[in-house]
């Protein structure tokens, strides 16, 4: 192998030879260290001594860190095998009300008592009102979550929620208060718990070659059809869940997962708690849909050099001054008029009883519904199924050596383009496009230059989460499972029980900046971190011996045993 420190090395030999940094890089991936660590300093306040540590980055995309989202992947396949197939109920009971707490509400009424009076006397209130803010924090300090009102302060605006008539109607059950499923008992006895695997699907817009996933005619392919339906396919989700429950008659609880399709559209994977008929789950698919009441964009009123018109308000008339370009509005270049605001577009919108919706997603006909056992090996398949996807965006699905990979390569960016004037949000510049101004208007807004998640080709309309859990599928959050991993491992390694080292007010945690000039380099940590791993997980690998009489020689075969 060629010398690198050999000056007489031809060029073309010496760049052959592969940068040691991007070795040690490698080398950290393939020990599962993060590649992109946060420098962190830890302030002892007992001993006063401060040391760095490095911090995962927690990325949950391979492509920018592939040991953190292999870590995130292996918790989220944890999450859903703890919760899938239950047989008690994972709720627990709030702990009950303290002293403190209750003085806290009686004085918090007290005070909401005075307000209202000050209110009716004509008096200002804004004192009470601050006084108010600063006790709804000491009860929130104090162990209570949510709040003492409760409620949408401000209205929600909704229109008819009179059911389409080309949407069949549902069946409904009467609510039991449980989030398990039905048992069923065979003839010796035993008893099973089913629960399903579901995966729906959008609708067709257009023929699709087989295998390649690209359309055959992408002139009469339905782009823009697809690009709404991508942009509120969460929506649709949220609405199936819900005629789900409406159904089945229990609080049904999941664990889905939105993933790519070979023609790039979102579909849904959902393993759910308990079993319904297949052909409940298929009618209910069908039955779901999702009615987006935004202003309409048939008409395309600005474009080019022709865009409106910022003007900064300095006085809004209530007294209040405020800089140029803070608030302002969005003016018709050539009427000078302004153009109507997002409230008073959907106001339009509200009254006219002849409107329609300006979009209505749908589930495609294609549902596949399988019932799954606990502990079976069809129930780890669905869940390496599940997370299959999990490291790469909506985007990543491309692959060079793929036949038919420049067909597909054309094919997103044609969707990307099709996205590309779709207002994504109420807050979309892509409104001014079609003569509404955007909530929250701001001064730089322009048609086409929206910085939301879900115009960028990597995500391709769908702006939602990836992973969708309910509230109880094993009343554990992902930062608990993290806590659990970690327990596992500090009490393999016999640290758990230092209670002077889990004291979390013993030490003071600082992000170092990147200008800090002490600031470690990266290439250092990334060594620090591979020697931390080896050390760890060469202890566990003995500790494993040791629990299986082996004889602690050769730990790499124990390793690879593992």
């Known amino acids: 192998m060629p010398d690198?420190?050999?000056?007489?090395l031809p060029r073309l030999v010496r760049g052959s030879l592969p940068l040691a940094l991007d070795v040690a890089v490698e080398v950290a991936k393939l020990n599962g260290v993060c590649i992109r660590p946060i420098e962190m300093r830890r302030l002892d306040t007992l001993t006063g001594k401060s040391e760095p540590f490095d911090i995962p980055c927690g990325a949950t995309q391979e492509a920018k860190c592939p040991p953190c989202a292999k870590r995130n992947k292996q918790l989220r396949k944890a999450q859903c095998r703890e919760?899938?197939?239950?047989?008690?109920?994972?709720?627990?009971?709030?702990?009950?009300?303290?002293?403190?707490?209750?003085?806290?509400?009686?004085?918090?009424?007290?005070v909401q008592a005075k307000r209202d009076a000050a209110e009716r006397d004509g008096e200002e209130v804004a004192d009470w009102d601050e006084?108010?803010?600063a006790v709804d924090a000491e009860i929130n300090a104090a162990g209570m979550r949510g709040n003492v009102l409760g409620g949408r302060t401000v209205p929600k605006r909704s229109r008819s929620t009179r059911r389409r008539q080309d949407a069949p109607d549902l069946p409904k059950r009467a609510r039991e208060n449980t989030t398990l499923g039905r048992t069923f008992i065979d003839q010796g006895g035993r008893v099973y718990r089913p629960s399903m695997f579901i995966t729906l699907t959008l609708p067709s817009?257009?023929?699709?070659?087989s295998g390649q996933g690209v359309p055959a005619d992408p002139a009469n392919y339905d782009y823009a059809r697809a690009a709404r339906d991508a942009l509120h396919f969460s929506k649709l989700v949220d609405r199936f869940v819900q005629n789900l429950r409406r159904v089945a008659g229990y609080d049904v609880q999941y664990f889905a997962t939105v993933e790519p399709q070979k023609r790039l559209a979102p579909h849904l994977h959902m393993a759910i708690r308990g079993t319904l008929p297949r052909a409940e789950i298929k009618q209910i698919a069908a039955a779901t849909y999702h009615q987006v009441w935004w202003p309409a964009v048939d008409e395309v009123r600005f474009e080019g050099d022709h865009l409106p018109v910022w003007t900064p308000r300095a006085d809004l008339g209530d007294g209040t001054v405020y800089p140029d370009g803070q608030s302002g509005d969005y003016l018709d270049p050539e009427t000078g008029e302004l153009l109507p605001t997002w409230d008073d577009a959907l106001d339009q919108l509200d009254q006219d009883d002849d409107a329609e919706p300006l979009h209505v997603l749908r589930f495609g006909s294609q549902v596949d519904v399988q019932g799954v056992l606990a502990g079976t090996p069809d129930a780890d398949q669905c869940i390496r199924y599940l997370s299959k996807y999990l490291t790469k965006s909506l985007g990543d699905t491309l692959d060079p050596d793929e036949p038919g990979y420049k067909a597909r390569?054309?094919?997103?960016?044609?969707?990307?383009e099709a996205l590309r004037y779709e207002p994504c949000s109420p807050t979309c510049p892509n409104w001014l496009r079609y003569g509404v101004q955007p909530k929250g208007a701001k001064a730089g807004m322009a048609p086409g230059r929206c910085r939301g998640k879900a115009h960028k080709p990597e995500h391709l309309g769908y702006a939602g989460r990836r992973v969708l859990v309910s509230r109880k599928w094993s009343n554990k959050t992902l930062r608990e499972h993290k806590a659990d991993r970690r327990a596992w491992v500090l009490d393999m390694l016999g640290l758990a029980d230092d209670s002077a080292e889990n004291d979390p007010h013993r030490y003071i945690?600082?992000?170092v900046s990147t200008k800090d000039p002490t600031r470690t380099p990266?290439?250092?940590?990334?060594?620090?971190?591979?020697?931390?791993?080896?050390?760890?997980?060469?202890?566990?690998l003995e500790l494993q011996a040791r629990a299986e009489g082996k004889p602690i020689g050769d730990l790499s075969a124990i390793g690879e045993a593992a």
């Open 4 to 8: 690198a420190s050999d000056r007489n």
């Open 83 to 110: 919760g899938w197939h239950l047989d008690a109920e994972p709720i627990s009971e709030p702990n009950p009300s303290t002293e403190e707490q209750r003085w806290l509400i009686e004085f918090r009424a007290d």
């Open 131 to 133: 006084a108010i803010q």
């Open 205 to 209: 817009y257009g023929r699709i070659w």
């Open 409 to 416: 390569r054309d094919h997103a960016a044609r969707m990307v």
């Open 509 to 511: 945690w600082r992000p």
């Open 522 to 540: 990266l290439a250092l940590r990334l060594l620090r971190g591979v020697a931390d791993r080896q050390r760890t997980r060469a202890r566990l």
